[in-house]
């Protein structure tokens, strides 16, 4: 079964640079989540969207934006990168109508290390 | 404010043998899901099961099960007959309403294994 789909994996950057994460969802999945998990942590909520317009905002600074697109992607932007940014970067995707029950599947993440 | 708490940081079981992992669970909001994500050491948050608030019966998948205790406000996670993959943190979560977006986690319980 298709999963949900992140890229990069893997990710590198130097203080004050840019950052842009991509989630591809689970196809027909209507509503994605954006997480970031620091090291020894839990997975904290950043902001999620549903069909393409932001459904809820969690801890998420004013340097990082998302969106949703047509085609339900969704990038993470991240500008003016901290050292405090290195962390693991998690999408989610669910169908909200129906289906699986409202059960969030996770993508494989996307490791950033801000140098 | 809705809110997890998992009190074990660190579990030890025999393989073969069945473990219980805490969580308890805070909300004013009478819909609500649970869930239970596994995350070895690879890094990929892996889902596991889920129990909604309204369920009349406790939720299982395979070897894993979710005794669900509303009034304690309790959703501990059982897994029977442990083998050595099990070895990872485990971490709790909730989402309010039926529609809602925002999921918070708890601190994760490490499970190990020993054979």
């Known amino acids: 079964a298709a999963g949900v789909i992140q890229s990069p994996r893997h990710l590198i950057k130097e203080k004050r640079e840019t950052a842009t994460l991509k989630c591809y969802p689970i196809p027909r999945h209507d509503t994605v989540y954006w997480y970031q998990q620091g090291p020894g942590q839990d997975p904290q909520f950043l902001i999620s969207?549903?069909?393409?317009?932001?459904?809820d905002k969690g801890s998420i600074p004013d340097r990082f934006s998302a969106q949703q697109f047509s085609d339900y992607h969704s990038e993470l932007n991240m500008s003016s990168l901290e050292l405090g940014d290195s962390a693991l970067y998690f999408c989610?995707?669910?169908?909200?109508?129906?289906?699986?029950?409202?059960?969030?599947?996770f993508g494989p993440g996307t490791r950033l290390l801000v140098l | 404010a809705q809110k997890i708490t998992q009190t074990q940081p660190g579990m030890f079981v025999q393989e073969k043998e069945a473990v219980t992992l805490d969580c308890t669970y805070d909300?004013?909001?009478?819909?609500?899901?649970l869930f239970w994500y596994k995350q070895p050491s690879s890094g990929e948050m892996i889902f596991l099961i889920y129990q909604g608030s309204y369920d009349q019966q406790n939720a299982t998948e395979g070897r894993y099960s979710l005794n669900f205790q509303k009034a304690r406000k309790s959703a501990n996670l059982v897994i029977s007959a442990s083998q050595l993959g099990d070895s990872a943190m485990y971490f709790c979560?909730?989402?309010?309403?039926?529609?809602?977006?925002?999921?918070?986690f708890g601190a994760g319980t490490r499970l190990f294994v020993k054979a």
């Open positions: 979560a909730m989402r309010e309403g039926d529609g809602g977006f925002k999921t918070i």
């Open positions: 909300t004013s909001d009478p819909s609500y899901g």
């Open positions: 969207f549903y069909e393409k317009m932001q459904s």
């Open positions: 989610a995707s669910r169908r909200l109508a129906g289906g699986t029950r409202g059960t969030q599947y």
